[in-house]
Nanobody
Framework: VQLQAFGGGLVQAGNSLRLSCVAS????????MAWFRQTPGKEREFVVA????????YYADSVKGRFTISRDNAKNTVYLQMNSLNPEDTAVYYC???????????????????WGQGTQVTVSS
């Protein structure tokens, strides 16, 4: 699976952005997908995961109620709709994928085998 993330940009606080992650390969349909984000000098932070294997979706507390993950299997694309953005959301956002029922914590970047190149999101106050 190859992933390409895009859709980042510069927005003012309170506004919205939608990130897209396009995947190659038929295995996308049954892949567990996630978004992480990272700021300079910090570890990659969990944002949201959509587990095809378990049929569950998990959000980080910091984005719950503001961010929504969704998939379009026909387009091999997973989206991250981000509303009510604030400056603390500023980061490089990465999409990630792994085969379902893989071992490891759904919240840990170490679980995920495939990564997109990252897209910068900057929220100004």
């Amino acid at each position: 699976v190859q992933l390409q993330a895009f859709g980042g940009g510069l927005v003012q606080a309170g506004n919205s952005l939608r990130l897209s992650c396009v995947a190659s390969g038929r295995t996308f349909i049954t892949a567990d997908m996630a978004w992480f984000r990272q700021t300079p000098g910090k570890e990659r932070e969990f944002v949201v995961a959509d587990m095809w294997g378990g049929g569950s979706t998990y959000y980080a507390d910091s984005v719950k109620g503001r961010f929504t993950i969704s998939r379009d299997n026909a387009k091999n694309t997973v989206y991250l709709q981000m509303n009510s953005l604030n400056p603390e959301d500023t980061a490089v956002y990465y999409c990630a994928a792994v085969r379902p029922f893989s071992s490891g914590s759904d919240y840990s970047p170490r679980k995920y085998e495939y990564w997109g190149q990252g897209t910068q999101v900057t929220v100004s106050s």
